[in-house]
Nanobody, 116 residues
Framework: QVPLVESGGGLVQAGGSLSLSCVASVSIFTARAMGWYRQAPGKQRELVASISSGGSTNYADSVKGRFTISRDNAKKMVYLQMNSLKPEDTAVYYC??????????WGQGTQVTVSS
């Protein structure tokens, strides 16, 4: 069973919004910090946002003020609300544990494409 499954990506015009979701099938979800990561073609995977088990959040400078990460421990879900999207936000988005050194198997991710 894939431990993490992302959904919600799609094609949107610049300035638009998308809401990503991630469902976890791992029992330790509620005790772990989670992150949303992204990988654009030809680039390394990067951390976009993280959220602690208690709800404290941090964001990459490139998305600060535009993206919001949240979680629902009862549902084992992590969310990423993305507003004011830019073409440079185009990437495959993944959720996983945070920090990256403690990540589990990566899911297939969800493609986000922002047209100019």
């Amino acid at each position: 069973q894939v431990p993490l499954v992302e959904s919600g990506g799609g094609l949107v015009q610049a300035g638009g919004s998308l809401s990503l979701s991630c469902v976890a099938s791992v029992s330790i979800f509620t005790a772990r910090a989670m992150g949303w990561y992204r990988q654009a073609p030809g680039k390394q995977r990067e951390l976009v946002a993280s959220i602690s088990s208690g709800g404290s959040t941090n964001y990459a400078d490139s998305v600060k003020g535009r993206f919001t990460i949240s979680r629902d421990n009862a549902k084992k879900m992590v969310y990423l609300q993305m507003n004011s999207l830019k073409p440079e936000d185009t990437a495959v988005y993944y959720c996983n544990f945070f920090p990256e050194r403690v990540t589990t198997a990566w899911g297939q991710g969800t493609q986000v494409t922002v047209s100019s």
